[in-house]
């Protein structure tokens, strides 16, 4: 393969996925890929189109139970269905959802798949990214696990190490329950805290199982956490330990919902930020595992206003140049997106105008941010040889 190759996971039935009136729209993704076409970035020269096929039983019940999956198939053709968290006003049932979710985790498969065989370096599916699903049970929006259907594909196809970093603005908790006591998996999550946001989880002091202590490491960040702070806070944890695990391949839920407009949440970055984390992410993807880094999308509920122009950043980042921030939104993506959702603003430049700043994290501060940091880092670095309190670690 060229050593430069980048794997775009896409089918138009990936937008079958739909909930109907709901806050995760498949518009967000057909958004997103009509813009990264019009900015060129599916038509670089080291990116191949792969069309996915839908997981199997077999994928999907390496993570999920046999008879979850029975129901989420009965689900849609019985009105009276309650129970494994389908049927709900976060689940809602629609006709079809077994397939579109298991095509979903077949993206994902397919994703992992290319870069694990190497036929790609990186690999994106921005449809992906559903990691509150649980074993037996629908949560969150999501039916099935894609990101974990996916690293559990790796682990059976002989990946030992692998890292997971989930900068969705929710804790990634069902990643972090299907690998709890693997030593194998690496989960990194960094969110706005449990105390004020779904689902609950993702405190500090969840480090992982008996058997995998120090693989499970929580960032919960206050409201309000900007650019600024969310950059700290990730340079101050998710390097060393990633680091540290020394792991053969990343993969990273990428939710675009800790933007400043989600509606969702209460985080405050930006969509320069965001792109900042993803450059990151690919640096550390380049320097620990020879580049091999699978991307996925996740949450993010302002569908026109952030995450074509935040997925489309990953895109680009993943497959080779980083788009400008100060690149103009093309005339006809902006007229497609206003035809396509009504009345609702279309920005114009692939900006925030809020170039982020690098702060480097300090202990002993009364920052909330500061202390989130120290807090995680006094649970899971010691774990990792690290010392919590010296900022070069």
């Known amino acids: 393969?060229?050593?430069?190759?980048?794997?775009?996971?896409?089918?138009?039935?990936?937008?079958?996925?739909?909930?109907?009136?709901?806050?995760l729209n498949p518009v967000r993704v057909e958004l997103t890929m009509a813009l990264a076409r019009e900015l060129g970035v599916l038509d670089r020269p080291n990116v191949r189109m792969v069309t996915p096929r839908p997981a199997s039983e077999t994928d999907l019940t390496r993570?999920?139970?046999?008879?979850?999956?029975?129901?989420?198939?009965?689900?849609?053709i019985d009105p009276f269905f309650t129970g494994w968290g389908l049927n709900t006003p976060d689940n809602p049932v629609f006709d079809g959802m077994h397939d579109a979710s298991a095509r979903i985790c077949g993206a994902s498969i397919a994703a992992a798949e290319a870069v694990w065989t190497g036929a790609a370096r990186r690999a994106v599916n921005v449809s992906g990214g559903?990691?509150?699903?649980?074993?037996?049970?629908?949560?969150?929006?999501?039916?099935?696990?894609?990101?974990?259907?996916?690293?559990?594909?790796?682990?059976?196809?002989?990946a030992q190490r692998i890292a997971y970093v989930d900068v969705d603005v929710h804790h990634g908790d069902g990643v972090q329950v299907a690998f709890y006591n693997d030593p194998r998996v690496l989960t990194v999550s960094l969110h706005e805290t449990p105390l004020a946001?779904?689902?609950?989880?993702?405190?500090?002091?969840?480090?992982?199982?008996?058997?995998?202590?120090?693989?499970?490491?929580?960032?919960?960040?206050?409201?309000?956490?900007?650019?600024?702070?969310w950059l700290?806070?990730?340079?101050a944890v998710v390097p060393s330990v990633v680091r540290a695990f020394a792991p053969e391949i990343i993969i990273s839920q990428c939710g675009a919902d800790a933007h400043v407009l989600d509606p969702l949440a209460d985080l405050k970055l930006s969509?320069?930020?965001?792109?900042?984390?993803?450059?990151?992410?690919?640096?550390l993807a380049d320097e620990l595992c020879d580049g091999r880094w699978v991307a996925t999308g996740g949450g993010g509920y302002a569908l026109v206003e952030v995450v074509p122009r935040a997925w489309t950043h990953l895109l680009a980042v993943a497959s080779g140049e980083p788009i400008d921030p100060r690149t103009r939104t093309p005339a006809g993506w902006r007229e497609f997106a206003?035809?396509?959702?009504?009345?609702?603003?279309?920005?114009?430049?692939?900006?925030?105008?809020?170039?982020?700043?690098?702060?480097?994290?300090?202990?002993?501060?009364?920052?909330?941010?500061?202390?989130?940091?120290?807090?995680?880092?006094?649970?899971?670095?010691?774990?990792?040889?690290?010392d919590p309190h010296d900022p070069r670690d």
Do not use: K
């Open 271 to 283: 969509v320069d930020g965001q792109r900042a984390a993803y450059v990151a992410i690919r640096a």
């Open 232 to 235: 700290r806070a990730f340079h």
């Open 1 to 23: 393969m060229a050593d430069e190759t980048t794997a775009v996971v896409w089918d138009s039935a990936l937008l079958d996925y739909d909930m109907g009136d709901h806050p």
């Open 63 to 76: 993570v999920h139970r046999a008879d979850y999956l029975d129901a989420v198939r009965l689900a849609p």
């Open 130 to 158: 559903l990691h509150h699903a649980l074993p037996a049970r629908a949560a969150g929006f999501c039916v099935y696990n894609d990101p974990a259907v996916a690293i559990a594909w790796l682990l059976d196809h002989g």
């Open 197 to 229: 946001l779904f689902p609950g989880t993702g405190f500090a002091d969840e480090i992982g199982g008996p058997d995998a202590e120090g693989t499970a490491v929580n960032v919960p960040l206050p409201p309000g956490t900007g650019d600024a702070g």
């Open 338 to 386: 206003a035809r396509r959702c009504p009345g609702v603003p279309v920005p114009e430049t692939m900006s925030d105008g809020v170039p982020p700043v690098l702060e480097q994290w300090s202990p002993g501060t009364t920052d909330p941010v500061d202390r989130a940091i120290q807090a995680t880092r006094t649970a899971v670095f010691p774990l990792h040889g690290l």
